[in-house]
């Protein structure tokens, strides 16, 4: 306490004179210069006034110690995120650190926003306990943080969890997903389709990369289609863009004829069609598809799940 007092007895004697000593370099007499430096000396007398009749350094922080008691007695649920994530901080430092501490913090803290601080706590829930979760949980945050991009760390993550529990869903597409930035749209689907095969037909999470997977793997690249050309000249001579879309869906249509066994393709097509508003076509095309991949079951999943996505409403098989 001694100690403490000291410190803020000197704060109070520095804000005074700081206060004070304008007027007493200001004075033109002796007496004036004694008046500014005895306000300095009284507004010193003041505040350690003030603080020797409402401090006590002594005492622990008995009102955030009380709040912290009253939320403990709460239904978790009917706390906001903000003081769900106070009585975690607290129990770490009462309790002692833990694993589990540590990961629900984090969990909560990348709930509010993806930040350092969620990194730190899934990296010290680490240092007391490996567990693939956790690493799931860290490499969602690291691409959270970098605005949706796998960066190198986060593969590692990934890796590492995926490494030991290869039946995690999130790794895996994640894996695939990074794989996908790469530019390798078949590595990323053979990727995407292991982790499938491996969860059962009710998971949650199977129909859920499904969805997500066609979602990106019906996106047509940037500009050009892939190894054709003649996007290029419209984009160059500020053409009608209506004309340079037509010409790539006519490319890749005349691409799915000559080699229609590129899932990849069929896809792209049936979305382009149906986003220019050609359901008809769009429709054709997707029935096209299902004869030509009829005995791939997981090329059928694929474009149910696109169907259901474009609303196409054509009768296919379920999942």
Do not use: C
């Not at 004309?243 to 229609?260: C, H, K, S, T």
């Amino acid at each position: 306490m001694i100690p403490f007092a000291i410190l803020s007895a000197l704060i109070a004697v520095v804000g005074a004179f700081y206060i004070a000593s304008p007027l007493a370099k200001s004075a033109t007499t002796p007496w004036a210069r004694l008046g500014g430096l005895g306000l300095a000396a009284l507004i010193a007398l003041a505040s350690l006034g003030l603080y020797a009749l409402n401090a006590h350094p002594s005492l622990p922080g008995l009102p955030h110690k009380a709040r912290m008691a009253e939320l403990a007695m709460e239904n978790p649920e009917a706390l906001n995120l903000t003081e769900q994530i106070e009585l975690v901080r607290h129990h770490l430092r009462t309790d002692g650190p833990s694993a589990e501490g540590y990961t629900l913090l984090g969990r909560l803290l990348a709930r509010r926003e993806p930040n350092l601080e969620a990194v730190a706590a899934f990296q010290n829930a680490l240092r007391l306990e490996i567990d693939p979760l956790v690493l799931s949980d860290l490499g969602q945050t690291l691409v959270n943080m970098n605005e949706g991009e796998v960066t190198a760390e986060a593969r590692r993550v990934f890796n590492e969890a995926h490494d030991l529990n290869r039946d995690l869903p999130e790794p895996a597409f994640f894996l695939g997903l990074g794989t996908y930035q790469d530019g390798d749209r078949d590595g990323a689907y053979a990727q995407w389709v292991e982790i499938i095969d491996r969860l059962s037909r009710d998971d949650p999470f199977r129909m859920a990369i499904i969805a997500r997977a066609v979602d990106l793997l019906s996106r047509p690249n940037a500009g050009p289609i892939e190894g054709e050309a003649g996007a290029a000249p419209f984009l160059q001579a500020g053409g009608d863009p209506d004309a340079m879309i037509a010409g790539m869906i006519a490319r890749l249509r005349a691409r799915v004829e000559a080699d229609p066994s590129v899932l990849g393709d069929w896809l792209i097509l049936i979305r382009a069609e149906a986003t220019r508003g050609n359901r008809d076509r769009a429709q054709a095309d997707l029935a096209m598809a299902r004869t030509q991949f009829s005995n791939d079951e997981h090329a059928g999943l694929f474009l149910f799940a696109l169907e259901r996505a474009l609303s196409l409403q054509s009768e296919g098989v379920n999942p």
